[in-house]
């Protein structure tokens, strides 16, 4: 909501900042010229309306600045939360860092495959079976 009103307020101030600029006059009259001829010159021209327009270009001109700078804060911030994820993942990782297989063959589970004999299987071969002959 927060970020809506901020981009809303943005716009409509480089608008009217826009329009201010323009309406100023510059060495060829610009568009106050435009308005009306030589009355145009007695409202838009002199020092009261140069200074309004001066005063308004002023404040429409820090305002832009200063909504634009808080938009890029605010577009930066998702950035900085996964960098604060990915710093977390690296201190979890950190210490589990070593040999793909585990020192303990009881630590490998039921689907690992060791190779180590079975408790009960026997030390030694056992000989082979006499055969009895006919």
């Keep these: 909501m927060l970020l809506f009103l901020l981009k809303s307020l943005h716009v409509l101030v480089c608008a009217i900042l826009i329009f201010v600029v323009l309406l100023?006059?510059?060495?060829?009259?610009?568009m106050g010229a435009t308005f009306g001829g030589a009355a145009a010159t007695q409202v838009f021209g002199g020092r009261g309306a140069g200074n309004l327009l001066t005063r308004t270009t002023s404040i429409?001109?820090?305002?832009?600045?200063?909504t634009s700078v808080t938009l890029a804060y605010k577009s930066s911030e998702g950035d900085r939360?996964?960098?604060q994820r990915a710093a977390q993942e690296a201190k979890k990782t950190k210490g589990d860092k070593g040999t793909a297989?585990?020192?303990?063959?009881?630590a490998a589970g039921s689907g690992a495959a060791t190779d180590t004999k079975p408790a009960d299987a026997p030390a030694t071969p056992a000989?082979?079976?006499s055969t009895p002959t006919p």
Excluded at 24 to 30: D, K, S, V
Excluded at 60 to 66: E, P, T, Y
């Design 101 to 106: 297989r585990p020192k303990d063959p009881a």
């Design 127 to 129: 000989p082979p079976a």
């Design 60 to 66: 429409c001109a820090g305002l832009f600045m200063l």
């Design 81 to 83: 939360e996964l960098k």
């Design 24 to 30: 100023q006059q510059g060495r060829g009259g610009g």
